[in-house]
């Protein structure tokens, strides 16, 4: 070994790799929605004090405080109230760009989820448009949104503004 | 009255409320687990969501393995209409320390507190070691049973404790516990039989750890008009803070706390008799080093509830130290009572709160 060193200058970085496992709860109200997703159903909470109508519900309404206790089954139909049309590519993708990944409010719902739009050319979604669930056959149902394939449209009129406009 | 200079506002803790302590509560999600704690706080005092001016809790995300769990939790209060509100990411008991500052600043009369965590979801030991300086100790892993049992051995070698006095506190704790239904480990067995324990880490044998928890627990602090309104005992915050130490454990003699002895002099500990003590010592020997630091004599009771050792739910375990010492205060068991709550390694960061009934 040399007694002369040459100073490599100051440590810039430092690698320290984490990895945590954990375990998922989804409680007592998102375990029903997660079950009705593997029966090929919507099943959504209303609240007993404003009676808005959550899916998913996480058990409690977030405006009042108070525990959903009561479950509503939706219909399999909704309405787009906002959109986008994704055309970056990233990591990890699994659907063919251009696609539409839209906020949809189901029949009889108060809170729009986020799904994929299929079936239709991306330069023709519009605010308004009425979509349908498209499921995986019986056999693939599973408990998660993945037993959604994706909304496409149902051939119904597109919804009037003012029934959506607090959903955007 | 507390020895401090400056002048304090009285405040009062109106209500506490937690949960039933658990290994794993694997069936509800965080905000199921809070409502009914929520829920019991309010209706204690007869009050809704619409009573309180501020709203601060205490989580941490690493718990669950997610972000913004905290903005989530505020889905089991309902804050609408919009108010204002916080978090810290840290114990309750530190939210209770925001909330109080808030108060003496006089624009609020009424605040709600909460905590919640379930340390079920992931490997504790490994979680708690991102707690550490991230350059030089976190990559090594150090998890927190090994450097707690690095203070109960530095505590013996100094000649201050033998594995006799922690097997004498938990023994001691879990049979208090008998009389507390919200505990988790609750039993009568004498020290000469828990000293038959393994060690889990020499000097530390398994009654000496805490058990997992998972729980959540609420306070309503109350000022002015409100705080006499909402309880006819009211327990007055007499004196109320908080001290934090190095984060190098090579650098703090781990067999004190001269943070805990700071924040008990600024609060005034001292200032008079205490009855009651609740210290959070979630390992067997740091009650020791507390309860020396806090500088209590033999006669002061610690731990009636019987303390972290008895259940130790992460973020709520130092808030509901103080809850539990304001209804020993409520109930007449106590006339004056020192609340402690600690965070990070070894005691790093420590709180003290005094607490005081009255008219």
């Known amino acids: 070994m040399s007694d002369e060193t040459t100073d490599p200058g100051p440590v810039t970085t430092l690698a320290t790799p984490i990895r945590l496992d954990f375990e998922f709860t989804p409680g007592v109200a998102q375990s029903k929605f997660l079950r009705g997703l593997e029966r090929g159903e919507f099943l959504g909470q209303r609240c007993a004090t404003c009676g808005k109508v959550y899916v998913p519900s996480r058990g409690s309404c977030p405006t009042d405080g108070v525990p959903t206790t009561e479950d509503v089954l939706l219909g399999n139909s909704g309405t787009v109230t906002t959109y986008c049309v994704v055309n970056v590519p990233f990591a990890g993708q699994s659907i063919e760009i251009p696609y539409i990944c839209a906020q949809i409010l189901l029949d009889g719902a108060n809170l729009s989820f986020m799904g994929l739009i299929q079936e239709i050319p991306t330069d023709q979604i519009r605010m308004g448009m009425r979509v349908e669930a498209v499921w995986v056959d019986e056999a693939e149902l599973t408990p998660s949104l993945a037993s959604v394939r994706y909304f496409r449209p149902n051939g119904e009129p597109d919804a009037d503004y003012e029934t959506y406009k607090e959903y955007l | 009255m507390s020895a401090t200079a400056r002048a304090v506002r009285p405040v009062s803790i109106a209500s506490f409320a937690q949960s039933q302590n658990v290994r794993k509560d694997d069936e509800r999600n965080e905000v199921e687990g809070l409502m009914p704690v929520i829920s019991e706080v309010f209706g204690n005092i007869g009050i809704t969501k619409d009573d309180v001016d501020f709203i601060c809790s205490g989580s941490t995300d690493y718990l669950i393995g997610g972000p913004f769990s905290f903005v989530m939790a505020l889905d089991a209060v309902g804050v609408w209409p919009p108010r204002s509100e916080s978090h810290v990411e840290m114990d309750g008991a530190w939210a209770l320390y925001e909330a109080w500052v808030l108060l003496q600043e006089g624009e609020i009369d009424a605040a709600l507190v909460y905590s919640f965590g379930r340390s079920s979801l992931g490997d504790l030991n490994e979680i708690l070691t991102l707690q550490l300086d991230p350059y030089y100790e976190a990559p090594l892993w150090p998890d927190i049973v090994s450097l707690s049992a690095l203070q109960a051995r530095a505590l013996i070698d100094a000649g201050q404790a033998t ?93 004190t706390s001269p943070s805990t002895a700071k924040a008990a002099e600024v609060a005034g500990v001292a200032a008079g008799k205490v009855d009651v003590a609740e210290i959070h010592a979630p390992f067997a020997h740091q009650e020791l080093i507390v309860r020396r630091a806090l500088g209590l004599d033999d006669s002061v009771v610690v731990n009636p509830s019987g303390g972290a050792l008895a259940a130790n739910p992460l973020m709520s375990a130092g808030l509901i130290r103080i809850g539990e010492a304001a209804e020993r205060i409520r109930s007449g068991q106590a006339g004056r009572a020192v609340a402690h709550a600690t965070s990070g390694p070894c005691l790093q960061q420590n709180l003290v709160c005094v607490l005081e009934g009255g008219a």
């Not at chain 2, 988790?184 to 000469?192: F, H, L, T, Y």
């Not at chain 2, 020499?202 to 008009?225: E, F, K, N, S, Y």
């Open chain 2, 163 to 255: 594995e006799a006095d922690f097997a004498e506190i938990a023994s001691r704790s879990r049979r208090d516990a008998l009389s507390n239904p919200k505990a988790q480990v609750r039993n009568d067995i004498a020290p000469e039989v828990l000293l038959e324990d393994d060690y889990v880490v020499a000097p530390l044998r398994r009654h000496a750890l805490p058990p997992i928890t998972d729980g959540a627990a609420a306070i309503v602090l109350a000022a002015g008009d409100k705080a006499a309104a909402w309880s006819e005992r009211p327990v007055w915050i007499t004196g109320f803070d908080h001290r934090m130490e190095t984060h190098s454990l090579g650098a703090r003699d781990l067999t």
